[in-house]
Each structure stands twice: as C-alpha cells, then as structure tokens.
C-alpha cells in the first residue's frame, strides 16, 4: 500500500511505524473534546457517533445551526458536516518527527488522501484522484466542507468522495476524514441557519459536487473505514 510519504518531515528520532487501532463509540462533542496523544505512536481512530450533531469548523459561527439541532466545534478549519449513528469518521494522528509528518500544511494532507485512495479502489472498482494542489474554494466551501477541493481530498470523476480536515499541535497533526454512503447535502442544510433562496441555490451547487459509496458501490462507508483499520492494522 503506497503511504503517499511527503518529503520535507521532520529529522531525528522515529517513532514506532505500528498504528494503534481504536473504535470509539460515543457523542461527537466529546470526541472532539478530547486531547491529542502525547505517546508518540501513530493513531487511527474509527468513530461511530452515538447521537447526532452538525460540526462546525473552527472558524465557524455557533448561530450557524438552528436550535434544535446538537452543535458541535472541531478545531479544524474547513465547513460543516453532519454525522449521526450510522455516519462516522475516522481520524489519523501522526506525532510531529514521524516520516509522515511534515511542516508543509498542504503536503501533509496527501499521505492520509492516498490511504483513502489505495483502500477504496479496489473495493469500487474505480479510479480515484487524490487532490495535490492548493485548496480551491468554491461559492459554498466556508459554509460546508464537501464545497472546496483541499490537498489530499479524494475525488471520482470531479465529485468528492472523501472529505479531510486537519488539528495541527506541538505533539503532532490529527486529520479527520469522512466518506457518506449517500451524499445528501439536504441532512445538513436543513439544520442551518439559510433563507429559502440561499438554501436552494445551495442545494443545486452542492448536490453535484460530492458523491457517496453507496452511490459507487454496495460496499458500505462503514465497512470502507473498518477496512483501512484492518490494513493499517496489520501493517506494522
């Protein structure tokens, strides 16, 4: 399986390369609550939120979301997205020194894209594109992460498959990834704060611009994310 290995990281000693695998079953505020690993060792992390919530980017605002609807802050920057029992994420922690890691905020997406890559494929049938520019925004990307292309997102035929976001600290880069069965802007523009007129055109912007598993194959997003565990796993 090809990492996609950035240049650039940082010198000195190297951690273990083995992945410490967990699944976490629990609310998406604490899980964006809690801390970074401080152990020096490789994370992957599949989430399987038990209530659900819209999470807001770190730049965006509380009011955003109706009331009504759980909120929950990540510190990484990007759009929103909705999760709920059944739409998880996985996380990626990598400790600052590790070959994967790098200083360059752009490249140090593409390793995690490539994964995502390498492990769809196959399981779909499909050639994928993993995004190595700049981020390109888009009318709808401050509002909602699916909008914009970022460095190591995941892409078929133009439509994003795999959404990324990053929280960089002193310990290390976590990066949060989620990839829908189906992709349903509606779940997460009916929770915002949109009149009628900006909440069409959005719909009709948005709806193209991503793309589900379910929509590629029978393979679901859950069990995509369990393979990559499996792989990564079982590559120490």
């Known amino acids: 399986m090809s990492a996609g290995l950035p240049s650039g990281g940082c010198q000195g000693a190297v951690p273990p390369l083995r992945w410490e695998v967990e699944v976490l079953r629990s609310d998406p505020g604490t899980v964006h609550g809690r801390p970074l690993p401080t152990d020096g060792r490789r994370h992957l992390t599949v989430v399987k939120p038990t209530t659900p919530a819209v999470v807001l980017g770190s730049t965006q605002a509380d009011d955003l979301v109706l009331p009504g609807h759980a909120r929950v802050r990540r510190r990484g920057g990007g759009g929103a997205v ?122 009709m912007d948005l709806v193209p611009a991503g793309i589900g598993l379910g929509d590629l194959s029978t393979v679901a997003a859950s069990q995509a994310v369990e393979h990559l565990a499996a792989n990564l796993a079982s590559s120490a």
Do not use: N
């Open 82 to 203: 909705w999760v709920e029992p059944g739409v998880g994420w996985f996380e990626l922690f990598v400790p600052a020194g590790d070959p994967l890691w790098t200083a360059d905020v752009g490249r140090s997406f593409l390793f995690a894209g490539h994964l995502c890559a390498d492990v769809l494929e196959p399981l779909i049938g499909r050639s994928l594109r993993v995004h190595q520019g700049r981020f390109e925004p888009s009318r709808w990307s401050r509002l909602v992460c699916f909008a914009g292309a970022g460095p190591g997102e995941v892409f078929v035929e133009g439509r994003k498959l795999v959404g990324l976001t990053q929280r960089r600290a002193r310990a290390g880069s976590r990066f949060a990834g989620i990839v829908y069965d189906r992709w349903e802007p509606e779940r997460l523009l009916d929770r915002l704060r949109l009149d009628v007129t900006t909440r069409h055109r959005a719909m």
